[in-house]
């Protein structure tokens, strides 16, 4: 199942600093999804975990994705238990200094144009 870039969204500017993404697939798009996990890490600079059940159920290759898109743990094809230990200041430091240290997407949108209003991401100050 692909999951929208906007709930990802939504979820990160309320403050998400990591989503449980379950997918439950069995379709010949799992490397898709996979994908879109990374990207939607990137995106909203917060930690992805993306879920799937091993055969017959689902692909399984469960993954975690970081803040900055890189795969910290990722399952094979089989039933198999995958643990990590996130680390939440990560997603502090990313929003703060950037992706790879150099992208700061929202602060960016917000100097491209200056009078972008986007209500429904708005975030306390």
């Known amino acids: 199942m692909i999951h929208p870039p906007e709930a990802f969204r939504a979820l990160a500017w309320m403050g998400a600093e990591v989503i449980l993404q379950p997918t439950l697939t069995t379709t010949s798009d799992r490397e898709a999804e996979l994908v879109l996990a990374r990207a939607n890490a990137i995106a909203n600079q917060l930690y992805v975990v993306n879920l799937n059940a091993a055969a017959p ?8 994705v970081d803040p900055e898109g890189l795969v910290r743990r990722q399952a094979g094809d089989a039933e198999e238990l995958v ?25 960016q ?7 972008l209003d986007l209500p429904m991401y708005a975030r306390p100050e």
Request: aromatic letters at 2%.
């Open 83 to 107: 643990t990590d230990v996130l680390d939440i200041d990560a997603v502090v430091r990313v929003r703060e200094h950037g992706t790879a240290g150099v992208s700061r997407i929202w602060d």
């Open 109 to 115: 949108a917000k100097r491209l144009v200056p009078g």
């Open 57 to 64: 159920a689902g692909l399984g290759r469960s993954l975690v």
